[in-house]
């Protein structure tokens, strides 16, 4: 590779794959060869910026200028223009909601200015298929310090200084899980990663996997050489084929390079890695099913403990983390505990990925410290709700998670705070809802979830989980009673208390969560038999105003199910018995004489 | 099997490579006018000539970057040489030769080349 005056990083992560930024890639290559570019400028496909919403994301060096949604169409003008002239492509500039004009420089942007990128640093920086660009951005470097300058304890020490803890759920601290696994006695022990992201709406993992996959393996390594073990297993989910393609180019590559192997760095520490794939269900994400996943058995789980530390992978010592908690390891090593230590909250140090989703402009990954408000994700990173609407809570965690309130917006968001208010920072899926969304229906949602997944190994998990969905649906389709809320909320408790794993045992929050903050949603299903945010089709009504309709007979004519009869000039009228509650006919009418109720 | 001398050597050479990626303030930034006057005057063979000799003296604080026009059409090609804290220096009528002295002696020895700029043309 030569002296290049410019680079065009192109996004090849899930978001921007699926919005063609292949073709992207490729249309520039074409078009660089025409303009006789091709030997200084290059076009670099990176992983994920975090804006998905906005792709495919284009990013021209060294001016940093920050393109969003480009088509195959714009490139000619891009390079015609930008590449060759020097002169930016005005209408092709991302642009900020609600900001005057256009933003030049993707580090300019709200989106970016609150983020801190420690976990996903090398996202939509490097190509993640070539090593030596993960190397430029320290990659390997925290591996060799500590083979070569640290003892297994004192980076056990470091660790456990910086106050990481696991970015899988659970918030477990990173430091005492390699001390138990490094205290256990076997000349065989394991080191997995979890990979098995399951949480509908959460994607920080396969982002990192897809942007820097060198870091979780570096990471991997530095645990390995920690607790003492020579082998190691990354479970991911076979849904993330683009993860999977460049975590085994990674391993290939650390391979080639002596990364992995025998004797790393002339050091006695030698240590292999292999990739298992899962089928994708949702339980193999708990840290017993998974092992019992990669071991070859049906992925359940089984009572702790033994934990894993003790009793793990084929019967050894095992120690397992989420691939978000490893992004964090090299960059503590490089930069020390203190500096990580120094972010976040009291007890909750360092950053947080979060994957905001719902009723929010940005759709996308963003990574802040520890602490920082619900108020400044929504309103700052994440660009306020789209049409005007009001923020009416904010769902953490997935299913295993709770909701949080327009009361408690101002909450700096860590665990301690989190599992106060009745939600979890989880995995951190963040969905964004508006006055439009129905709380019932949204716990209803997730309980449908769980139940769906369920591996059915214990009762209260499997017939629990199916028995709340039940009474979500009787109470959404308005037949529900007050002893129902008292039944869920008596069957929640149960539950949370005697369900094997921490699937059964979380899946109940989102409906404690739900009553909590949002009970007079329940009863206004119960005892109105009214859905107040107009979700639930049973409870619905949809009526036309005589008063204001003309008799154009334009609904009339849209309404799928001949629903609506009525005279031309003259006030038409809805067939409650054949009116399927599809909301057609409102967006027909000009006059805004239907109404739903 | 690469030693940790071999990690640092790559570090070293990857950085440079991919180093205007980074935002640093205090690089040294050579713009080529580029507009259609620019290409018209010989812009391009001038802007390949500047890359090429960049990268030839491994001069890694330079980032060259292209502009649109600069406004004296008539005395394109045009460069500015903007160096932190100093006052922009723009050379005029530039060749592929001129190009090769500006790069030996003012980026890489920080002796502005007289001759070439705007307020000897004049």
């Given at each position: 590779?030569?002296?290049?005056?410019?680079?065009?990083?192109?996004?090849?992560?899930?978001?921007?794959?699926?919005?063609?930024?292949?073709?992207?890639?490729?249309?520039?290559?074409?078009?660089?060869?025409?303009?006789?570019?091709?030997?200084?400028?290059?076009?670099?496909?990176?992983?994920?910026?975090?804006?998905?919403?906005?792709?495919?994301?284009?990013?021209?060096?060294?001016?940093?200028?920050?393109?969003?949604?480009?088509?195959?169409?714009?490139?000619?003008?891009?390079?015609?223009?930008?590449?060759?002239k020097g002169r930016?492509?005005?209408?092709?500039?991302?642009?900020?909601?609600?900001?005057?004009?256009?933003?030049?420089?993707?580090?300019?942007?709200?989106?970016?200015?609150?983020?801190?990128?420690?976990?996903?640093?090398?996202?939509?920086?490097?190509?993640?298929?070539?090593?030596?660009?993960?190397?430029?951005?320290?990659?390997?470097?925290?591996?060799?310090?500590?083979?070569?300058?640290?003892?297994?304890?004192?980076?056990?020490?470091?660790?456990?200084?910086?106050?990481?803890?696991?970015?899988?759920?659970?918030?477990?601290?990173?430091?005492?899980?390699?001390?138990?696994?490094?205290?256990?006695?076997?000349?065989?022990?394991?080191?997995?990663?979890?990979?098995?992201?399951?949480?509908?709406?959460?994607?920080?993992?396969?982002?990192?996997?897809?942007?820097?996959?060198?870091?979780?393996?570096?990471?991997?390594?530095?645990?390995?050489?920690?607790?003492?073990?020579?082998?190691?297993?990354?479970?991911?989910?076979?849904?993330?084929?683009?993860?999977?393609?460049?975590?085994?180019?990674?391993?290939?590559?650390?391979?080639?390079?002596?990364?992995?192997?025998?004797?790393?760095?002339?050091?006695?520490?030698?240590?292999?890695?292999?990739?298992?794939?899962?089928?994708?269900?949702?339980?193999?994400?708990?840290?017993?099913?998974?092992?019992?996943?990669?071991?070859?058995?049906?992925?359940?789980?089984?009572?702790?403990?033994?934990?894993?530390?003790?009793?793990?992978?084929?019967?050894?010592?095992?120690?397992?983390?989420?691939?978000?908690?490893?992004?964090?390891?090299?960059?503590?090593?490089?930069?020390?505990?203190?500096?990580?230590?120094?972010?976040?909250?009291?007890?909750?140090?360092?950053?947080?990925?979060?994957?905001?989703?719902?009723?929010?402009?940005?759709?996308?990954?963003?990574?802040?410290?520890?602490?920082?408000?619900?108020?400044?994700?929504?309103?700052?990173?994440?660009?306020?709700?789209?049409?005007?609407?009001?923020?009416?809570?904010?769902?953490?965690?997935?299913?295993?998670?709770?909701?949080?309130?327009?009361?408690?917006?101002?909450?700096?968001?860590?665990?301690?705070?989190?599992?106060?208010?009745?939600?979890?920072?989880?995995?951190?899926?963040?969905?964004?809802?508006?006055?439009?969304?129905?709380?019932?229906?949204?716990?209803?949602?997730?309980?449908?979830?769980?139940?769906?997944?369920?591996?059915?190994?214990?009762?209260?998990?499997?017939?629990?989980?199916?028995?709340?969905?039940?009474?979500?649906?009787?109470?959404?389709?308005?037949?529900?009673?007050?002893?129902?809320?008292?039944?869920?909320?008596?069957?929640?408790?149960?539950?949370?208390?005697?369900?094997?794993?921490?699937?059964?045992?979380?899946?109940?929050?989102?409906?404690?969560?739900?009553?909590?903050?949002?009970?007079?949603?329940?009863?206004?299903?119960?005892?109105?038999?009214?859905?107040?945010?107009?979700?639930?089709?049973?409870?619905?009504?949809?009526?036309?105003?005589?008063?204001?309709?003309?008799?154009?007979?334009?609904?009339?004519?849209?309404?799928?199910?001949?629903?609506?009869?009525?005279?031309?000039?003259?006030?038409?009228?809805?067939?409650?018995?054949?009116?399927?509650?599809?909301?057609?006919?409102?967006?027909?009418?000009?006059?805004?004489?239907?109404?739903?109720? | 099997?690469?030693?940790?001398?071999?990690?640092?050597?790559?570090?070293?050479?990857?950085?440079?490579?991919?180093?205007?990626?980074?935002?640093?303030?205090?690089?040294?930034?050579?713009?080529?006018g580029m507009a259609t006057c620019g290409i018209?005057?010989?812009a391009?063979?001038?802007?390949?000539?500047?890359?090429?000799?960049?990268?030839?003296?491994?001069?890694?604080?330079?980032?060259?970057?292209?502009t649109g026009c600069i406004g004296v059409c008539?005395?394109e090609?045009i460069?500015?040489?903007?160096?932190?804290?100093?006052?922009?220096?723009?050379?005029?009528?530039?060749?592929?030769?001129?190009?090769?002295?500006?790069?030996?002696?003012?980026?890489?020895?920080?002796?502005?080349?007289?001759?070439?700029?705007?307020?000897?043309?004049?």
């Open positions: 590779m030569s002296f290049v005056r410019s680079h065009v990083l192109v996004c090849g992560g899930t978001g921007c794959t699926a919005s063609d930024s292949p073709k992207v890639i490729a249309e520039f290559e074409k078009q660089f060869a025409e303009f006789k570019l091709s030997d200084e400028v290059r076009v670099i496909k990176t992983g994920c910026f975090g804006l998905c919403a906005l792709g495919p994301i284009v990013v021209v060096y060294p001016e940093g200028t920050f393109y969003s949604s480009i088509k195959v169409e714009d490139v000619k003008e891009i390079v015609s223009e930008h590449i060759l930016l492509v005005e209408r092709l500039l991302y642009k900020e909601a609600g900001a005057e004009g256009h933003t030049h420089s993707l580090n300019d942007t709200q989106f970016y200015k609150k983020q801190k990128r420690i976990a996903l640093r090398g996202c939509g920086v490097i190509n993640p298929e070539e090593i030596d660009e993960a190397i430029a951005y320290d990659g390997y470097r925290a591996l060799a310090t500590c083979l070569t300058e640290k003892s297994r304890e004192e980076v056990i020490q470091i660790v456990t200084a910086s106050g990481l803890r696991g970015r899988g759920g659970a918030g477990f601290p990173t430091g005492m899980k390699w001390k138990f696994a490094a205290a256990a006695e076997d000349p065989v022990k394991y080191v997995c990663c979890n990979a098995d992201e399951g949480d509908p709406g959460a994607f920080m993992d396969r982002s990192v996997l897809e942007g820097n996959p060198h870091s979780v393996i570096e990471a991997m390594e530095i645990a390995a050489y920690a607790i003492g073990a020579a082998q190691g297993y990354i479970y991911i989910r076979a849904e993330y084929p683009i993860a999977v393609q460049r975590l085994k180019i990674a391993i290939d590559q650390a391979k080639e390079y002596g990364f992995l192997g025998k004797n790393i760095f002339g050091t006695d520490f030698s240590f292999d890695l292999e990739i298992r794939l899962g089928a994708g269900a949702f339980v193999c994400g708990e840290e017993t099913a998974l092992l019992a996943s990669i071991e070859g058995h049906r992925g359940e789980p089984r009572p702790r403990p033994p934990f894993p530390a003790v009793k793990g992978l084929f019967g050894k010592p095992t120690l397992l983390n989420n691939v978000e908690t490893y992004a964090n390891i090299p960059w503590i090593i490089n930069n020390g505990a203190e500096a990580f230590a120094a972010i976040g909250t009291e007890k909750s140090k360092g950053t947080k990925v979060f994957a905001l989703g719902g009723k929010i402009t940005n759709t996308g990954l963003v990574e802040i410290p520890m602490g920082t408000t619900l108020r400044e994700i929504v309103e700052e990173i994440g660009g306020g709700i789209p049409n005007g609407k009001k923020f009416k809570a904010a769902q953490t965690g997935g299913p295993s998670g709770g909701c949080i309130p327009l009361s408690l917006i101002d909450t700096p968001l860590d665990y301690e705070n989190m599992a106060s208010i009745g939600s979890i920072i989880g995995s951190g899926g963040l969905i964004v809802m508006d006055e439009d969304n129905c709380m019932v229906d949204i716990a209803k949602f997730f309980l449908g979830f769980t139940t769906d997944e369920s591996c059915g190994k214990c009762s209260p998990c499997r017939i629990g989980t199916k028995r709340m969905h039940d009474i979500l649906e009787k109470i959404t389709v308005g037949k529900g009673t007050m002893e129902d809320i008292a039944l869920l909320e008596e069957l929640c408790t149960h539950i949370k208390e005697n369900a094997l794993c921490g699937l059964g045992q979380t899946a109940p929050n989102p409906i404690l969560s739900t009553l909590k903050h949002f009970r007079h949603e329940y009863e206004a299903h119960v005892i109105d038999k009214r859905c107040p945010a107009g979700i639930c089709k049973d409870l619905l009504q949809y009526k036309i105003l005589p008063e204001k309709c003309a008799g154009c007979t334009a609904c009339s004519r849209v309404c799928p199910a001949n629903a609506i009869t009525g005279e031309v000039k003259n006030p038409h009228v809805i067939d409650q018995a054949k009116c399927i509650k599809c909301g057609t006919c409102v967006q027909k009418c000009k006059f805004e004489a239907i109404i739903k109720e | 099997m690469k030693s940790l001398e071999d990690l640092k050597k790559i570090r070293e050479e990857m950085q440079q490579k991919i180093n205007i990626r980074t935002g640093d303030e205090n690089r040294t930034r050579v713009v080529v018209a005057a010989g391009r063979p001038v802007l390949a000539a500047l890359v090429d000799e960049v990268s030839r003296r491994k001069l890694q604080q330079v980032t060259v970057t292209q008539r005395l090609p460069i500015e040489v903007l160096e932190p804290g100093k006052e922009k220096v723009t050379y005029v009528k530039v060749t592929e030769e001129k190009v090769k002295k500006i790069v030996s002696e003012h980026l890489a020895n920080g002796r502005v080349v007289e001759e070439y700029t705007i307020g000897a043309a004049e």
